[in-house]
Nanobody
Framework: QVQLVESGGGSVQAGGSLRLSCAASGFTCSMYSMAWFRQAPGKEREGVAAIYAGDRSTVYADSVKGRFTISRDNAKNTLYLQMNSLKPDDTAIYYC??????????????????WGQGTQVTVSS
């Protein structure tokens, strides 16, 4: 049974940091491209960052470049998102996702096969 379970969310003041984790089971995440998405109240789900299978190259949304870092530990079958210099606009539910074949627009949610249940991140000013 495939599962993605996020953890590490919480409440933090602006300028603070959080590290999200996404534990994968039921499949080998090293063979998948992985990503983080987020959805704020009243807004569409948006791609935050992705890391590709194979060369492990990374891409980021412009809004988080220089502040967030996506990484993976294949031995632990776990994806991470280190979030620094957090802003109130980063408040959202954060989801991890896995794609067997990721090409073209990485932030298109329809390209992902598996999704976690989400973890809430709240940043206060």
């Amino acid at each position: 049974q495939v599962q993605l379970v996020e953890s590490g969310g919480g409440s933090v003041q602006a300028g603070g940091s959080l590290r999200l984790s996404c534990a994968a089971s039921g499949f080998t995440c090293s063979m998948y491209s992985m990503a983080w998405f987020r959805q704020a109240p009243g807004k569409e789900r948006e791609g935050v960052a992705a890391i590709y299978a194979g060369d492990r190259s990374t891409v980021y949304a412009d809004s988080v470049k220089g502040r967030f870092t996506i990484s993976r530990d294949n031995a632990k079958n776990t994806l991470y998102l280190q979030m620094n210099s957090l802003k109130p606009d980063d408040t959202a539910i954060y989801y991890c996702a896995a794609a067997a074949f990721l090409y073209g627009t990485w932030s298109a949610s329809g390209k992902y096969n598996y999704w976690g249940q989400g973890t809430q991140v709240t940043v206060s000013s």
